[in-house]
């Protein structure tokens, strides 16, 4: 479309709450509310095209100030008054509005509109001079500030030095001469700082804050919060010109701030806070404390009445919860925006079933209402609300613990609720870790040399970095508890402390407790409770039960709207019987991922040695002889705990060198006993096979379907161990549905000579039994051929398991265990990922893949079985992608299965809701 057909500015009456993209959410719910009839005071809105239009080219769009002109001139005409008019002046509002919100990161300008000409007129038609020159004393605040770049501490302090001329304790004891002479002052300041007159004609001042808005979108500290809240930088914000009203006129004046339900808990009734004789930015400012909202009841009645009303028609048209801004001009109620407002996880899950009760909406909306990173964080253990409460109305009582006070908020990187000794190095935090203390690690930013420190870690604090730091990553990888970004806290790490606000000092050893759920840090150690949520899924609270709360029936409901619509089962990933009891409890419809090298670890390790040492035949098959027993006993276990349900059992997959000795350490040990002479025989051989082994990339060597066809009787005995627990179970009246699953297969020709064996091995259990059992056999899918070859392989598979750990590693050409903690932070940074393509499925490249896998594989066998078993499958987003290319199930760790059953719903809903429009 050409730049002249294109139109850039909406009334107010033109827009709707769907337009966001182009009136941003301001300017589309600004329109809403008009249309809706409720008081908005009237306006228009610049678009975000023509930001766009702004920001590439350098300047406004040429159509702009025509188009600007025609609706100043509509709006003067209906105010029947003109922009700064002398002797009854038009003031207006320019306020920043992009798609998504940026709280506090763009700009506004207030009182556009005043002169030194029109002042009087606003003092005379108010009936207030001390009202004309606060607000005069404002615009030249703001708009030095923002649109004209001077320093807002100078306006500030000479605010300060007025007030202590004045002996005044706020600013509402500055009189009107005060506030005259202050206005001098402010403008004598632009003057200096900016080299130029504060602008007195009241079109240029309004054009050049519109400027300043468009600018502030590239400002750093909303380029910052872009980044880390993974805004697109090229949305652009759209401008509202909006007439002013006036919250400052007097104690009949204010103006607040609400949310339709209390957006912490959840709870029906009046949240918010209300000041009286205020404009809107004294409240964010914090000048004065403001009242409870509940009170406006005594200041006006009438103006509370009228909000309660509009707070119920914004709730029934919008089915949500709303946060609203408003002001009350001399009794008069006007809104200044809505939105639907942000919540915390907990009163997400008890607004959806809310809203479902009082018939707002059904089941299906109410899963798109919570998601599953929200039911994962209600998950993780918190810190005890009652004594953080007790905290609260201040201190501790009973001094049961160090007191614990709360000294920073940062950003809440990584969920979950730590305690422990302060470190402020790895080294520190290893040794005390190992000597089985509880530590978090405190650095000003951490680096790949803090990995082992994290690792042995409770948690991990920093002063500096966002969501994306090497910190906050890394511990979202490892599941553990971060708080970065703590800025108000000042870590030295040479002299092993930090000072919070307040000289508050934190030496090494002192106790610390950090929240990565909501970003607190504390000092002294606060209670950790468990979730109430995992209580739930543990079946150790029942949701009917009379205790149980409010978020526990919430989840409890919409837990059984997704099991009612999904259609892909979910699966564990579990290796013992423990694991395998606690995913049924949390809803596990089998597993989907048995990793038999954890069979292999502890004691039996001496014995996989011994099969690797063998030299003989017959050592081999002793070895065999001694682990197969052993191995038939962990199956029975975990059929028993699945029985009923199907168990993959995957084949031994990793490198043998890692059942063996570590390099270096085995060689320095030869070495050394050498220089004694008295080298062990054993030892001698391990360091043999070692370097045997060694390999200088191991995920790409001898590992998965490799090594059981290179190492004879290795994949039988697993095979024969399988079969035995599955013949003892069947006499034992039990119900065992074992899969075989082969890993790390490139080419069908490895998997038909494995199933020929193994086929030949069930038979003969068979035989040995007289148990008729029957078991699938079928492979991951997990190498880049494998998926390009998968209509061939699955001529020999029942079932495809989508390896997307491995997959991820070989399409992209990187090492899991290496990269993460390398040049992962830099991409994140750099904006090549938007996100780990570890974390969450990469629908383009890895995605492509398992799609054309999924079609041929199936192309050649139409009932072939289907799932994922890499760490993708607990994931939200991936196991949307799941759903869409029609996998039969998703299978990951026991405690990611509620997360993976919400998402399999919500996927579900989400495709019947667009299928229906
Ligand atoms: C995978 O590669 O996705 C997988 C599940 O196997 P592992 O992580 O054990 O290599
Ligand atoms: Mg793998």
């Known amino acids: 479309m050409s730049e002249q057909a294109q139109k850039f500015v909406y009334d107010f009456t033109e827009g709707n709450k769907d337009l966001k993209d182009l009136l941003g959410g301001k300017g589309a719910n600004l329109a809403e509310m008009t249309n809706l009839g409720l008081p908005v005071p ?4 610049i678009t975000t095209e023509a930001c766009r239009v702004y920001l590439e080219s350098g300047s406004e769009p040429a159509a702009l100030r025509d188009e600007v002109s025609a609706h100043l001139e509509a709006l003067e005409r209906r105010m029947g008054k003109k922009l700064g008019q002398q002797d009854d002046p038009l003031l207006v509002s320019v306020r920043s509005g992009a798609k998504f919100s940026m709280p506090g990161m763009m700009d506004t300008v207030l009182n556009i509109g005043l002169t030194d000409a029109s002042v009087s007129g606003l003092a005379h038609q108010a009936g207030d001079e001390r009202f004309a020159w606060d607000s005069y004393r404002r615009l030249v605040q703001m708009f030095g500030k923002t649109v004209l770049g001077v320093d807002g501490d100078l306006f500030e302090e000479a605010m300060a030095e007025a007030k202590r001329a004045r002996g005044a304790e706020t600013d509402l004891d500055l009189d009107a001469d005060d506030l005259r002479q202050l206005v001098e002052d402010f403008k004598a300041i632009v003057l200096k700082e900016a080299g130029r007159e504060f602008p007195q004609e009241p079109r240029e001042q309004m054009d050049l804050a519109v400027r300043a808005v468009f600018d502030s979108w590239n400002g750093e500290r909303a380029r910052l919060y872009r980044r880390q809240e993974r805004i697109p930088n090229d949305l652009g914000t759209a401008v509202n010109i909006c007439s002013m009203v006036f919250g400052n006129l007097g104690p009949d004046s204010g103006t607040g701030v609400a949310f339709t339900r209390d957006p ?4 029906q009734g009046v949240y918010g806070d209300y000041l009286s004789n205020a404009q809107g930015e004294d409240v964010v400012a914090g000048i004065r404390n403001t009242i409870p909202l509940a009170e406006l009841e005594r200041l006006d009645g009438a103006s509370y009445a009228e909000l309660l009303r509009i707070m119920e028609v914004l709730e029934r048209h919008y089915l949500d ?3 609203i801004e408003f002001t009350i001009e001399r009794g008069k109620l006007w809104m200044l925006q809505t939105r639907v407002g942000k919540r915390t996880a907990a009163a997400a899950f008890c607004i959806a079933t809310q809203l479902v009760d009082e018939g707002l909406i059904d089941e299906a909306e109410a899963l798109q209402r919570v998601n599953g990173s929200q039911l994962a964080q209600l998950m993780f253990p918190r810190f005890d609300p009652a004594a953080l409460q007790e905290r609260g109305k201040g201190g501790p009582s009973g001094g049961v613990a160090a007191p614990a006070e709360r000294i920073a908020w940062g950003i809440a990187a990584s969920p979950g609720a730590a305690v422990g000794k302060a470190v402020f190095d790895s080294y520190t935090a290893v040794k005390w870790s190992r000597s089985g ?19 042995a870690a409770e948690g991990i604090l920093t002063s500096r970095g966002g969501k994306t730091s090497h910190a906050a990553v890394v511990a979202r990888g490892m599941g553990k508890t971060c708080v970065c970004g703590a800025e108000e806290l000042e870590v030295d790490t040479k002299r092993r402390r930090m000072t919070a606000p307040g000289g508050v000092v934190i030496e090494e050893g002192d106790t610390v407790s950090i929240d990565g759920s909501t970003g607190r840090v504390y000092t002294g150690e606060v209670p950790v409770v468990p979730s109430p949520v995992v209580e739930y899924f543990e079946g150790r609270m029942h949701a009917g039960a009379e205790d149980a709360d409010e978020l526990v029936r919430a989840v409890h409901r919409i837990m059984a709207y997704a099991d009612r619509v999904r259609r892909l089962r979910v699966r564990a990933n579990a290796d013992n019987a423990e694991d395998a009891a606690r995913a049924r409890r949390f809803g596990a419809q089998g597993i989907g991922l048995c990793r038999t090298e954890h069979m292999f670890l502890g004691e039996r390790r001496e014995l996989v040695e011994k099969l690797i040492l063998a030299d003989t035949e017959e050592e081999r098959e002793q070895a ?3 682990l197969l027993p052993l191995q038939e006993d962990d199956f029975v276990e975990l059929f028993e705990a699945m029985d009923g349900l199907p168990v993959t059992v995957r084949l031994l997959d990793p490198p043998l060198h890692e059942f063996l000795p570590d390099i270096t350490e085995l060689s320095v040990r030869v070495a050394l006993a050498e220089a004694r002479k008295d080298a062990n025989e054993n030892d001698l051989r391990l360091l043999q096979a070692v370097h045997k082994l060694h390999e200088q990339n191991p995920m790409l060597g001898l590992r998965g379907v490799r090594l059981g066809l290179v190492i004879p009787g290795l994949f039988t005995m697993q095979v024969r161990a399988i079969a035995r627990a599955v013949a003892r179970r069947l006499r034992a009246n039990g119900d065992p549905r074992a899969e075989i699953m082969i890993p790390l297969v490139g080419t069908v020709q490895e998997l038909e000579l494995v199933r020929e064996e193994a086929e030949q091995v069930i038979d003969e259990v068979r035989g040995d039994t007289g148990v008729d059992l029957s078991l699938a056999l079928g492979t991951m899918i997990e ?8 209509g061939q392989i699955a001529e020999a598979a029942e079932f495809f398991s989508f390896g997307t750990n491995d997959l991820t590693q070989t399409v992209w050409g990187f090492s899991r265990d290496d990269v993460e903690a390398s040049f992962f932070t830099a991409y994140l940074e750099k904006g090549i990922f938007g996100v780990s393509p570890f974390e969450t499925i990469d629908r383009d490249g890895v995605g492509a893949l398992v799609r054309q896998a999924v079609r041929e594989g199936r192309g050649t066998r139409p009932d072939l079985k289907l799932g ?5 499958g607990g994931d939200p987003e991936s196991v949307h992608f799941f759903h869409e290319v029609g996998l039969d199930y998703v299978s990951c760790s026991p405690f990611r299965i509620p997360v993976a059953r919400l998402e399999a719903g919500r996927a579900a809903a989400e495709a019947v809701g667009s299928d229906s429009r």
């Open 42 to 45: 009237p306006g228009f809105t």
């Open 264 to 267: 912490a808990s959840g709870h």
């Open 321 to 323: 919860l709303c946060d």
């Open 437 to 455: 203390e509880k530590v978090i690690l405190i650095r000003r930013e951490t680096n790949p040399d803090d990995l082992n420190g994290m690792i």
């Open 624 to 626: 065999l002889a001694v």
């Open 783 to 790: 190498l880049p051929r494998a998926a390009l070859t998968a």
């Open 868 to 872: 994922v078993c890499g760490e993708h």
